[in-house]
């Protein structure tokens, strides 16, 4: 991990991870009796980094400049990233770092998340989980975003600001495959246990019109430097946006608050474009119509 030859391919390799967002039901009594547990990559890290000797690290500014202490947490993002946004969709509690020493006692039921930036390549937390098998009941599984659209791509392996072919074409091979093995979990479960989000319809809806959603650029990172602000991780002596609102992408990589909420959006309400075979909010109704 700590190979300075290899920067490029390691913070690629960080958006190739699936994100694994887990809804466990713990009874069938109350619909409310959930604990929310999260298994990804730095989309949905939260701070488990901060404890881990790693360069893919958010703890410092301008990371979090949005977040409402304004100050960095852990978190690749000018603000919340999609588990925070989800939980507060479902009126729940944000989520603790799986590492935090605050994550005790009660704060337990609230769930946990396992994410870390840099995961498949650190060992710390990138273990394979037989979710079911553990008592998940109700798991999201995101596929890949359009990974040639991201800014680091546009400046490395882009021609004239357009997304890189490749990548894309990887991206359109692998969506499909994905949810044709959710099709079957469920199938051998015999219950829709998995929920597969397609985040590259989420994500080239605002880069291919960002202005349809509010945007200025889906191009040009907010944080960063180099060709599209797309060269390394956001520091304290990047350019830097003075509206994070307007960019789709607040750093090399990751997604803006806004374009997170926008995708968390889609997550609870979205149309089989988005999510198969239903979304959030119709499966979440379903449990409770069964208590």
């Known amino acids: 991990m700590e190979n300075s030859s290899s920067n490029h391919h390691i913070a690629s390799s960080i958006l190739l991870v699936l994100l694994l967002v887990l809804v466990m039901s713990f009874g069938q009594q109350q619909a409310e009796a959930r604990a929310f547990f999260v298994f990804g990559d730095s ?5 488990n980094n901060n404890y881990l000797a790693t360069t893919a690290r958010a703890d410092s500014p301008p990371y979090g400049i949005d977040y409402p202490t304004h100050r960095p947490t852990g978190r690749f993002s000018n603000g919340l990233n999609m588990p925070d946004l989800i939980s507060e969709q479902i009126g729940s509690e944000p989520t603790l770092p799986y590492l935090s020493p605050e994550l005790t006692g009660e704060r337990l039921l609230v769930g946990a998340n396992f994410a870390s930036a840099g995961i498949g390549i650190l060992n710390d937390t990138g273990f394979q989980f037989r979710l079911y098998e553990l008592g998940a009941r109700r798991v999201l599984v995101t596929g890949t975003g359009p990974l040639g659209c991201v800014p680091a791509e546009l400046a490395q392996r882009g021609r004239n600001g357009q997304c890189a072919v490749e990548l894309q074409r990887a991206a359109a091979l692998f969506n499909p495959q994905l949810v044709d093995i959710i099709n079957s979990l469920n199938s051998e ?44 991780l956001c520091t304290p002596v990047s350019n830097l946006c003075p509206n994070r609102d307007a960019y789709v992408f607040w750093d090399a990589f990751h997604p803006s608050e ?34």
Do not use: W
């Open 43 to 47: 989309l949905v890290d939260n701070g």
């Open 258 to 291: 806004r374009a997170n909420r926008i995708i968390v959006q889609q997550i609870l309400e979205g149309s089989n474009k988005y999510m198969h075979p239903m979304n959030l909010s119709t499966m979440m109704a379903l449990d409770s119509a069964r208590t």
């Open 189 to 232: 479960i015999g219950s829709n246990v998995f929920m597969a989000a397609n985040a590259f319809n989420m994500h080239m809806d605002f880069i291919s019109n960002p202005q349809a959603y509010g945007f200025e650029t889906s191009k040009i990172a907010c944080c960063g430097q180099g060709p599209f602000n797309g060269i390394g």
